[in-house]
């Protein structure tokens, strides 16, 4: 059964560690079969589709807002505060979406500890093969959590046992060393179990594979910004180029269709699926009881609003084009794929709109709302199926070609890979004449323009410390992590310490 699928069973209960299991068994009496545990990684992966906790807290989509490829949108200023805050940089303690974003990855902290604790007890007759891989899949999981946290947070707590209420009255912040430092503890030992596939069958699409380790992994060492440790990371984008399991899908303008999930390209997507109705509550209900659908809402809001015309539903006008953006990729072959060209589907196709906030009349296309693509039961906007694509090649190609360059390494290799993503759309190659930091910076505008709206920009500009520069009203030293939320500060007594600067 694909793990989509399964996904489908489960719920969860007040406390984020108790999985509400079919028939409410009791957590210390489940966990006893390899199916019980397996229905527990699967919890662990739910988390990933998270998209209403606390709020409208879709990460992609509040990441394309933060960066210079997107304007938070809307219908007004007082649609979305959150999205407003983080898009103009005037976040504040009570203001923006760190409540959510903090929860939604602690819940999935606390699941990956539970089962990680419960595979260690696992009766004898569960399969050492089995435990070996789930153990993997779940470190995997955790090091994805603490990434997202320690990069949106920074000084955050770092938990790797299920937390006992003496725990919670005395909580401390680990530095950002000292969560890398974990973050790549678990990725080493996933990367070196033997019982992690390669790929996986059909049945089960959605679990992670040793490329996904590699990838993830690399992407760690390179946020941290060391050259010093750039060739490592070079090394662990090259093993999943070199094994030979990937290639860039040959039209690009197909990259995100919906028959194309889990394409040759694709080396992790998150999944999403639109078999399990929700309600309106999603959007409303606090902590993980606000997530009862398996549905993509980011593609609702990428939508434009009130929409009247041919291939696209109607949807909430969030996200609009920067026209920065169009003009840098205007005459780029990726933009007709990537951009919809609002004032062209008036004039052209008889299409009309409501102009929403900080419109552009351009708008998202890579996960536009296409029409035949709606759901058939639920509340249709909350039922999107269209999967997140997290990791591909294309990106491994550029990540590793930054690395090498920034390791002293063969430019001639950095600069293949760079070519072989802009061959994909027939654009020339860069000569052996662009080298050192002309090739750098060709790699880092090649990736805005290959990536767009895939959540890359805005963490491509924090991590190589350009965003100041570049983002409106950033500050060095304060916009580099969003603010502890508030009430996570009163629950704890001050116990929890605020960033700088909020």
Same mark, same amino acid.
């Given at each position: 059964?694909?793990?989509?699928?399964?996904?489908?069973?489960?719920?969860?209960?007040?406390?984020?560690?108790?999985?509400?299991?079919?028939?409410?068994?009791?957590?210390?009496?489940?966990?006893?079969?390899?199916?019980?545990?397996?229905?527990?990684?699967?919890?662990?992966?739910?988390?990933?589709?998270?998209? +209403?906790?606390?709020?409208?807290?879709?990460?992609?989509?509040?990441?394309?807002?933060?960066?210079?490829?997107?304007?938070?949108?809307?219908?007004?200023?007082?649609?979305?505060?959150?999205?407003?805050?983080?898009?103009?940089?005037?976040?504040?303690?009570?203001?923006?979406?760190?409540?959510?974003?903090?929860?939604?990855?602690?819940?999935?902290?606390?699941?990956?500890?539970?089962?990680?604790?419960?595979?260690?007890?696992?009766?004898?007759?569960?399969?050492?093969? !089995?435990?070996?891989?789930?153990?993997?899949?779940?470190?995997? @999981?955790?090091?994805? !959590?603490? !990434?997202?946290?320690?990069?949106?947070?920074?000084?955050?707590?770092?938990?790797?046992?299920?937390?006992?209420?003496?725990?919670?009255?005395?909580?401390?912040?680990?530095?950002?060393?000292?969560?890398?430092?974990?973050?790549?503890?678990?990725?080493?030992?996933?990367?070196?179990?033997?019982?992690?596939?390669?790929?996986?069958?059909?049945?089960?699409?959605?679990?992670?594979?040793?490329?996904?380790?590699?990838?993830?992994?690399?992407?760690?060492? *390179?946020?941290?910004?060391?050259?010093?440790?750039?060739?490592?990371?070079?090394?662990?984008?090259?093993?999943?180029?070199?094994?030979?399991?990937?290639?860039?899908?040959?039209?690009?303008?197909?990259?995100?269709?919906?028959?194309?999930?889990?394409?040759?390209?694709?080396?992790?997507?998150?999944?999403?699926?639109?078999?399990?109705?929700?309600?309106?509550?999603?959007?409303?209900?606090?902590?993980?009881?606000?997530?009862?659908?398996?549905?993509?809402?980011?593609?609702?809001?990428?939508?434009?609003?009130?929409?009247?015309?041919?291939?696209?539903?109607?949807?909430?006008?969030?996200?609009?084009?920067?026209?920065?953006?169009?003009?840098? @990729?205007?005459?780029?072959?990726?933009?007709?794929?990537?951009?919809?060209?609002?004032?062209?589907?008036?004039?052209?196709?008889?299409?009309?709109?409501?102009?929403?906030?900080?419109?552009?009349?351009?708008?998202?296309?890579?996960?536009?709302?296409?029409?035949?693509?709606?759901?058939?039961?639920?509340?249709?906007?909350?039922?999107?199926?269209?999967?997140?694509?997290?990791?591909?090649?294309?990106?491994?190609?550029?990540?590793?070609?930054?690395?090498?360059?920034?390791?002293?390494?063969?430019?001639?290799?950095?600069?293949?890979?760079?070519?072989?993503?802009?061959?994909?759309?027939?654009?020339?190659?860069?000569? +052996?004449?662009?080298?050192?930091?002309?090739?750098?910076?060709?790699?880092?505008?090649?990736?805005?323009?290959?990536?767009?709206?895939?959540?890359?920009?805005?963490?491509?500009?924090?991590?190589?410390?350009?965003?100041?520069?570049? *983002?409106?009203?950033?500050?060095?030293?304060?916009?580099?992590?969003?603010?502890?939320?508030?009430?996570?500060?009163?629950?704890?007594?001050?116990?929890?310490?605020?960033?700088?600067?909020?």
């Amino acid at each position: 059964m694909p793990v989509v699928l399964i996904l489908t069973t489960f719920s969860c209960g007040e406390d984020y560690l108790e999985v509400d299991i079919r028939g409410k068994v009791l957590t210390q009496n489940f966990y006893q079969t390899e199916d019980e545990l397996f229905q527990g990684l699967v919890a662990v992966y739910d988390v990933l589709g998270w998209h +209403g906790t606390n709020g409208w807290t879709m990460q992609q989509g509040l990441l394309n807002a933060a960066s210079d490829d997107n304007y938070a949108g809307g219908s007004d200023a007082s649609d979305q505060p959150s999205w407003v805050a983080w898009d103009e940089f005037t976040l504040r303690a009570d203001l923006g979406p760190q409540e959510g974003l903090w929860n939604k990855n602690y819940a999935g902290i606390r699941r990956a500890n539970l089962i990680l604790e419960k595979l260690g007890e696992a009766p004898v007759d569960v399969p050492a093969a !089995f435990i070996s891989r789930a153990t993997a899949e779940a470190k995997f @999981l955790r090091a994805w !959590f603490y !990434f997202d946290l320690v990069r949106l947070f920074g000084n955050v707590p770092l938990y790797t046992a299920q937390v006992s209420v003496e725990d919670l009255k005395n909580i401390q912040q680990a530095s950002p060393a000292e969560i890398y430092t974990q973050i790549e503890n678990d990725l080493r030992d996933a990367h070196s179990t033997f019982e992690l596939p390669e790929t996986v069958a059909p049945a089960e699409i959605g679990r992670i594979t040793k490329g996904a380790v590699s990838t993830l992994w690399g992407k760690v060492i *390179l946020f941290q910004n060391d050259d010093a440790k750039m060739s490592e990371a070079a090394s662990l984008f090259e093993e999943v180029i070199n094994s030979g399991l990937y290639s860039l899908e040959p039209n690009y303008g197909d990259l995100f269709l919906r028959q194309s999930e889990w394409g040759p390209e694709s080396i992790f997507e998150i999944q999403h699926s639109d078999n399990k109705p929700g309600d309106w509550g999603c959007c409303f209900a606090a902590g993980p009881n606000a997530n009862p659908t398996e549905g993509n809402y980011a593609v609702q809001f990428y939508g434009i609003r009130d929409y009247v015309g041919p291939s696209y539903a109607p949807g909430w006008g969030f996200c609009p084009v920067s026209t920065e953006l169009v003009d840098f @990729l205007q005459n780029d072959p990726r933009f007709e794929h990537s951009v919809i060209d609002g004032q062209q589907l008036q004039n052209q196709a008889g299409a009309s709109y409501s102009v929403g906030y900080q419109n552009t009349d351009y708008f998202i296309k890579k996960y536009a709302p296409i029409a035949d693509n709606q759901a058939l039961d639920g509340v249709i906007p909350l039922e999107w199926a269209d999967n997140e694509r997290i990791m591909r090649l294309a990106d491994v190609y550029l990540m590793a070609a930054e690395a090498i360059v920034r390791s002293g390494g063969d430019e001639n290799t950095a600069r293949q890979y760079l070519n072989k993503v802009r061959q994909r759309v027939s654009l020339q190659p860069f000569p +052996g004449s662009v080298s050192g930091g002309a090739l750098l910076e060709a790699i880092y505008n090649e990736r805005r323009k290959e990536l767009a709206f895939e959540g890359h920009r805005y963490w491509d500009l924090v991590r190589t410390g350009r965003a100041s520069s570049v *983002l409106t009203n950033f500050t060095d030293g304060v916009h580099e992590y969003l603010p502890i939320p508030q009430i996570e500060i009163d629950l704890t007594e001050g116990q929890l310490i605020q960033n700088p600067g909020y």
